[in-house]
């Protein structure tokens, strides 16, 4: 990252007002607008993302009708502010009981499956099939032409659960090209379930280019006193470029912060503000601003679809002016594999 262009600033000359040679060349770097890069992801698992948690078979606020509620939603504000998104999906999600029945019999046998599925397969058996199937979501997210679909997983099993080895995850990313396949889909980035990294050497060999890296500490295992510190630091600074391996590992994001539990004493203005400040860091430095969070979110928690709003109305704001570009997760990777994601201005 040139945090010498960040910090660059119109204005600054010395006392007696002659502007030193470092100090015009910093102008020069700070009058040439910097584009920045802005990346935003979905994770579209319904309740498959929260599969080993028993309080999924019952009531619960998530359901079929407030899942197309959401994404709904989020369609019309992007399709509005005309940005384009990565949906990571689950495969299960993005299918039908029928689709779940076949993968059951087929690997349900395998010891991790059985406790994956068990919570599911009782929701099932008392006919509840509230918020774990959304089977025309691909044809949604394809309709307007622009937002592309990834992986977030066959079944959202955690690739870093104990005894899940190379073979099962393999297994896991054959069957996702195939079922994606029967939709139109080829897949090209991967969103790790529960950003639990693995076996990254296997996605070229399943044609994907890039993953969302994860960014520990403020993932739901970090520390909640350095989740909450993070989320009030209104200095938050965009990401760097992604090194130019194979896959790409795309910047870990940001979390929109979700107003939920302890996350909702983190005023909305300050959201926003944190906001403004990485996209404005990206902007005059070229960095990646990513953006990303549940479309559910938008069901749990109060006003999330407003949140959500403004920030991606701050971001048209400044495609509009030219100052920002947006890409989806697997033009990035195309662009840093290729080394034209550099703006030409920097
Ligand atoms: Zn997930």
């Known amino acids: 990252m040139n945090d010498d262009a960040v ?5 600054e000359t010395s006392q007696d007002g002659v502007i030193s040679r470092k100090e015009a060349l910093f102008v020069a770097v700070d009058r040439a607008p910097v584009t920045g890069r802005f990346l935003l992801s979905f994770d ?19 359901s079929n009708t407030s899942i197309r509620w959401a994404y709904e939603l ?37 010891g991790l499956y059985e406790d994956w599925f068990r919570f599911p ?44 080895s190379e073979k099962l995850v393999e297994c896991e990313m054959r069957r996702m090209n195939e079922l994606m396949k029967t939709k139109g889909v080829t897949l090209r980035t991967m969103i790790y379930p529960r950003n639990q990294i693995a076996y990254t050497d296997l996605l070229p060999k399943y044609g994907l280019q890039g993953f969302r890296e994860c960014d520990l500490q403020n993932t739901a295992y970090g ?18 470029e992604s090194k130019r391996t194979y896959p790409v590992p795309i910047a870990s994001g940001i979390f929109l912060n979700w107003r939920h539990g302890p996350r909702r004493l983190i005023p909305r203005r300050a959201t926003l503000q944190r906001w403004n400040h990485v996209l404005d860091h990206a902007q005059k430095s070229g960095g990646v601003a990513h953006l990303w969070l549940h479309p559910h979110n938008l069901i749990t928690a109060r006003d999330q679809a407003d949140l959500f709003e403004r920030c991606i109305e701050m971001v048209a704001q400044r495609v509009k002016n030219k100052v920002m570009t947006v890409m989806t997760l697997a033009e990035y990777c195309t662009s840093v594999s290729n080394g034209t994601s550099k703006s030409e201005n920097i």
């Open 223 to 240: 520390s909640k006193f350095a989740i909450l510190r993070d989320e009030l630091n209104l200095l938050k600074r965009s990401e760097a």
């Open 74 to 110: 989020i369609f019309k504000i992007l399709d509005q502010y005309e940005v384009p998104a990565t949906f990571g999906v689950v495969g299960l999600f993005a299918s039908d009981y029928e689709r779940f029945r076949l993968i059951d019999d087929e690997l349900g046998w395998e």
């Open 121 to 164: 397969k009782e929701a099932f058996r008392e006919r509840n099939f509230e918020g774990w199937f959304f089977p025309d979501l691909v044809n949604r997210i394809r309709t307007r032409g622009f937002h592309e679909v990834s992986s977030h997983g066959l079944t959202h099993l955690p690739f870093q659960t104990p005894l899940v």
């Open 7 to 11: 910090g660059a600033g119109v204005g």
């Open 44 to 62: 579209c698992e319904g309740k498959w993302g929260m599969a080993d948690d028993p309080s999924v078979i019952g009531q619960h606020p998530i």
